[in-house]
């Protein structure tokens, strides 16, 4: 009989390897990177000692670096996740119905007050994008807006998270500062008297701002002079003072009880605000108030006001304090206007914005039955005044 050779199994290995080829050659795109693979290994293999140590140097530095940048990817996803969520899922902006302020002041016996004053963050660079018109040139904001985020993906930064001033809104706080350093004036005599208040020369006042980072860069250009010339005074931090709003620029970057670093807009122009670069590096700073960005289900914009009126005479830092001198937000302030004032009245506060860096202060009275209201006539501008007014004039 003839020699019949044994039929022998089929070699598993070889089967995978022309199937991987197969692979390659049906997927567009794969055989040219397996060539680029294949060359890259030869060239690679034919380099000199020295420069394959050199390279394998280069690429252990690389992955000792990767675990950095795994967290801060994975820091910028989780921030840009937990903001979006917010943004379609939040009820931030829902009303709480409380006692009519006027009400108030004929059934409740006063019992305390404090003088308060709120100021108005600069130009954001969240404005920048989208609260200059909605023609052609927003398109040009938008992608230069687009490609600073993505440049910034690594960072803990952010052009649209917690929207820090742009360069207009750092001079517009430069020119509060200036205002209120300033000695040739012609002002009402009323506003002449808050400006040593202002200043800190005068009375007993506290300097206080949200946990955004536009408000608080506001408050250390705006009030510079001032800090610097009292090293030892430092400045309130509160998330009762964060925003209303769902937007995205809204959302804070600053974490409980952290203190506030620089954002980058200040460090582009760290030479002219070298003095601000500093107040961040002394950590002039109250944080223990602060318990971190809002949440979806926690509490409304209408509770973060009342929790701020309550603190205005119950917290620690306010006991002997006159002035209460805050750094805040537009929709915030009307909020707080429609809440203490009366429901009838009719103040340009309720139905109008501040100007960025405006400055309006104001009377808030607190009575013996825990309710809160504004002064009757109380509510003044001080420097640029109400949106509105402006149109007006």
């Known amino acids: 009989m003839p020699n019949q050779t044994k039929p022998q199994p089929p070699n598993q290995q070889n089967g995978l390897l ?44 690389i992955t000792y670096k990767m675990p950095w940048v795994y967290f801060a990817a994975f820091y910028k996803w989780q921030v840009w996740s937990l903001a979006s969520i917010f943004m379609f899922l939040s009820r931030d902006g829902r009303k709480r119905k409380i006692p009519d302020a006027g ?17 108005r963050h600069g130009e954001s660079a969240w404005n920048e994008v989208f609260n200059k018109g909605k023609d052609l040139s927003m398109l040009y904001r938008l992608f230069k807006a687009i490609f600073m985020e993505v440049m910034m993906f690594l960072k803990q930064d952010s052009w649209f998270i917690d929207s820090p001033l742009n360069r207009t809104g750092i ?18 005599e009323k506003i002449m008297t808050l400006i040593p208040i202002l200043r800190g020369e005068a009375g007993k006042s506290l300097l206080v701002v949200s ?35 769902r937007n995205v620029d809204t959302y804070s970057l600053l974490p409980a009880h952290a203190d506030p670093q620089p954002c980058f807009t200040e460090e582009q122009q760290k030479e002219e605000l070298d003095y601000v670069i500093d107040f961040y590096k ?52 009307r909020n707080f206007f429609r809440t203490f004032l009366p429901e009838d ?49």
């Open 18 to 61: 022309q199937f991987i080829e197969q692979f390659i050659a049906y997927v567009p795109g794969l055989t040219s990177f397996k060539n680029f693979a294949m060359n890259t290994g030869t060239t690679i293999y034919n380099l000199p000692t020295s420069q394959k140590l050199a390279l394998a140097g280069t690429l252990g530095a």
């Open 282 to 333: 002394r950590d002039r700073f109250i944080v223990k108030d602060n318990k971190g960005s809002k949440t979806i289900f926690g509490q409304c914009g209408t509770d973060r006001i009342c929790d701020f009126a309550r603190w205005c005479f119950d917290g620690s830092e306010t006991i002997g304090k006159e002035t209460i001198i805050v750094a805040g937000h537009s929709l915030y302030f």
């Open 211 to 245: 946990n955004l980072r536009r408000a608080i860069s506001t408050m250390l250009v705006g009030f510079g002079s001032r800090l610097l010339r009292d090293q030892t005074e430092n400045v309130v931090v509160l998330s009762n003072l964060q925003e209303i709003s």
């Open 103 to 119: 009400k108030l002041m004929k059934t409740e016996r006063e019992v305390a007050s404090k003088t308060i004053i709120f100021v």
């Open 171 to 188: 001079s517009q706080a430069q020119k509060l500062m200036m205002f209120l350093e300033g000695t040739n004036r012609n002002l009402d």
């Open 345 to 393: 009245s009719d103040h340009v506060a309720k139905n109008s914005k501040l100007v960025n860096c405006g400055v309006v202060k104001f009377e808030l009275v607190k009575g013996n039955n825990n309710g809160y209201w504004i002064r009757d006539g109380s509510l003044m501008e001080v420097y640029g005044g109400f949106e509105a007014s402006k149109k007006k004039q």
